[in-house]
């Protein structure tokens, strides 16, 4: 995978994944004065608590943000089931424990949230990298009755 980025916060060490990252938003929206676009560094861990950014962090449904607790917090549990859920025009999201594997056998990624590509698009298959959007991928994502 990509370089993973360290973010050092009170208790917790935020850690980022750019590649991973389609900017799906529920740590800006979540967090707004940690996760900042505009500042520099983008992940101000300071400004929250180690389980404010734990709670953020587990909704980032690509698995671009990940934590680690210093303070002897519990980490992330790795749901009991695993779900599939589409997203309209773009990604399957998975939670639960993911193992992508390649044709050859081999393990790419052992997560517990991860977007995969259903558009065909991506440069980084068999992840989402937001290419569906140039693309003009159009697919409401539900089930034909």
């Given at each position: 995978?990509?370089?993973?980025?360290?973010?050092?916060?009170?208790?917790?060490?935020?850690?980022?994944?750019?590649?991973?990252?389609?900017?799906?938003e529920k740590c800006v929206h979540g967090l707004p004065a940690v996760f900042n676009?505009?500042?520099?560094?983008?992940?101000?861990?300071?400004?929250?608590?180690?389980?404010?950014l734990a709670a953020v962090i587990e909704q980032c449904p690509t698995g671009a943000l990940h934590y680690q607790r210093t303070d002897g917090g519990a980490p992330e549990a790795i749901p009991q089931e695993n779900t599939i859920t589409i997203e309209p025009n773009g990604p399957l999201h998975v939670r639960g424990n993911v193992e992508v594997v390649s044709s050859n056998g081999s393990l790419v990624l052992n997560d517990t949230r991860v977007a995969l590509c259903r558009c065909g698009a991506s440069h980084f298959k068999p992840f989402c990298d937001n290419s569906h959007i140039a693309a003009g991928f159009t697919d409401p994502g539900l089930p034909e009755t």
């Open positions: 995978m990509a370089k993973i980025h360290e973010f050092q916060g009170q208790g917790i060490t935020v850690q980022y994944e750019l590649k991973r990252c389609i900017h799906a676009r505009e500042g520099r560094p983008w992940i101000q861990p300071q400004h929250a608590t180690a389980d404010e």
